[in-house]
């Protein structure tokens, strides 16, 4: 166990604390959050919006061409939930590095800022990267909705559902059709 030495006052550094904002600070981590966010929602979009076209233009014509178009729109929702999750975190990131720029500038600048004219360009950038993070957790959640009905009527289909096998197998279940 290593013990401060009281012999030298000074020897002992202050240690820093690591907070959020000193880790965003020093490694610059919106701007490397937001690309990655950026290329994992671009591609995600894109991937499903390809695996849509593929599946309507074949209309199930070749299984290989299907089994292309499932398999885009599979990695479409592996894309976009993640790049969804890194949107939050951009916008968090964001919001601390432009708390640390307007520190910074000089107090003319934030002058200019805070004019009419000027912050709305300021500001626009923020608020564009809200709006986003709320359209694509959006578009996260509402793929996923998707992918869970698609997944509950394929077992409907398929017979795994509990209640249709119990109705299946209830005597007389075909009574109504012959008295019509």
Same mark, same amino acid.
């Given at each position: 166990?290593?013990?401060?030495?009281? /012999?030298?006052? +000074?020897? !002992?550094? $202050?240690?820093?604390?690591?907070?959020?904002?000193?880790?965003?600070?020093?490694?610059?981590?919106?701007? *490397? #959050?937001?690309?990655?966010? #950026?290329? %994992?929602? $671009?591609?995600?979009?894109?991937?499903?919006?390809? +695996?849509?076209? *593929?599946?309507m233009s074949v209309d199930n014509r070749s299984p290989r061409t299907k089994g292309l178009a499932d398999r885009l729109t599979?990695?479409?929702? =592996?894309?976009?939930?993640?790049? $969804? *999750? &890194?949107? =939050?975190?951009?916008?968090?990131?964001?919001?601390?590095?432009?708390?640390?720029?307007?520190?910074?500038?000089?107090? /003319?600048?934030?002058?200019?800022?805070? &004019?009419? &004219?000027?912050?709305?360009?300021?500001?626009?950038?923020?608020?564009?990267?809200?709006?986003?993070?709320?359209?694509?957790?959006?578009? /996260? $959640?509402?793929?996923?909705?998707? !992918?869970?009905?698609?997944?509950?009527? /394929?077992?409907?289909?398929?017979?795994?559902?509990? &209640?249709?096998?119990?109705?299946?197998?209830?005597?007389?279940?075909?009574?109504?059709?012959?008295? %019509?």
């Amino acid at each position: 166990m290593r013990q401060a030495s009281s /012999a030298c006052p +000074g020897s !002992e550094r $202050a240690r820093p604390e690591m907070s959020m904002e000193i880790l965003i600070a020093k490694y610059h981590l919106h701007p *490397i #959050i937001d690309h990655f966010t #950026i290329a %994992l929602l $671009a591609m995600g979009v894109f991937a499903d919006v390809v +695996g849509y076209l *593929i599946s309507m233009s074949v209309d199930n014509r070749s299984p290989r061409t299907k089994g292309l178009a499932d398999r885009l729109t599979g990695a479409a929702l =592996i894309l976009i939930i993640p790049g $969804a *999750i &890194s949107a =939050i975190f951009s916008r968090f990131t964001g919001e601390s590095e432009a708390e640390r720029v307007w520190d910074t500038i000089a107090p /003319a600048a934030q002058q200019i800022l805070f &004019s009419d &004219s000027g912050s709305a360009r300021f500001l626009s950038h923020a608020v564009l990267g809200t709006y986003l993070m709320y359209a694509f957790v959006a578009l /996260a $959640a509402w793929r996923v909705f998707l !992918e869970m009905l698609a997944t509950a009527d /394929a077992t409907r289909l398929s017979g795994g559902c509990d &209640s249709c096998s119990m109705r299946a197998s209830v005597p007389g279940k075909d009574r109504w059709r012959t008295r %019509l």
